[in-house]
């Protein structure tokens, strides 16, 4: 059974940077295409960006494109996200998630999720 592990949330200033790691067991990333996604308080579950299992295509939502870039260790069967550039907007859980098997936005075709990272942007 996957098993994914988010790491890496907290505090951070506005403009700063954080890097979300994603630790996956119980399979081998370099097989999956992964997503990350991002809930705040009320408001639902949004996918703001994929890489493909080939690492051929990634996808980021608007809000982030330009300043969130998701990479692989594929050694360390981890994914990353790195933030740049955080407004207190970015502020929300973060999640990772497997992909049935299809590159895909869709929340429902994702299988296995981790159990998430506070991300919080404040002065």
């Known amino acids: 059974q996957l098993h994914l592990v988010e790491s890496g949330g907290g505090l951070v200033q506005p403009g700063g940077s954080l890097r979300l790691s994603c630790a996956v067991s119980g399979g081998t990333v370099s097989n999956y295409t992964m997503g990350w996604f991002r809930q705040s308080p009320g408001k639902e579950r949004d996918i703001i960006g994929l890489?493909?299992?080939?690492?051929?295509?990634?996808w980021y939502d608007n809000s982030v494109k330009g300043r969130f870039a998701i990479s692989r260790d594929d050694a360390k069967n981890t994914v990353y996200l790195q933030m740049n550039n955080l407004p207190p907007d970015d502020a929300a859980i973060y999640f990772c998630?497997?992909?049935?098997?299809?590159?895909?936005?869709?929340?429902?075709?994702?299988?296995?999720w981790g159990q998430g990272t506070q991300v919080t942007v404040s002065s």
């Open positions: 890489l493909s299992w080939s690492r051929r295509s990634t």
């Open positions: 998630a497997k992909n049935r098997a299809l590159i895909s936005t869709m929340l429902r075709d994702y299988d296995s």
